[in-house]
């Protein structure tokens, strides 16, 4: 048996309704994929493979390529080191990280750097950006789960991403760090052990 279904207004009232219930389910669906990965990350689940990080960047660029060319960003990289990890981990930590990077772009168009230096026992990555920065007094915050700065209609997400970040980070036995300058753009930084020492 069908159920009528009756909408007063307009037909644009209507478009409005439906367009507004797509986003909603589509942010649900993604807040849901996100909760998923969160408690998976922590679970080693095979041993960890040596990685060329470059061809993991590579791989990220292509996932993101229609929003790289939507928003005209340009993205380098310095030569990027092997490291020991999980490749779907890693490859999710650059692409949230690129992808924050664009999402919070400023009035130009993004400019991303990617480098790494070898400090010791460890790898220490630079992610570089032009975008909006962040007041000091919330670095610490953006790491913890579902904690935003902005709105939703501002910049849309889940508030998973940047936590989700640290799992796989602190997984990889690093940690990881921003320094960043209200209206001068961000560098997150952080460690994976260099090949040999994880």
Known sequence: MQIPVYLKGSNNDADDFISYAVNGAKRMQQLINDLLAYPRVRRKEKPFELINSKTIIEQVLVNLSRVIKESKAVITYDSLPDVKGDSL???QLFQNLIDNAIKFRGKKSPRI???AEQKGKEW???????G???CSKFLERIFIIFQRLHTREEYPGTGIGLALCKKI???HGGCIWIESEIGKGSVFYFTIPAEGNK
Do not use: T
């Open 89 to 91: 981990q890693l490859m």
């Open 113 to 115: 750097h990617i480098s």
């Open 124 to 130: 220490v990555f630079s992610m570089r950006d032009n």
């Open 132 to 134: 909006i920065g962040i």
């Open 169 to 171: 980070v602190e997984g």
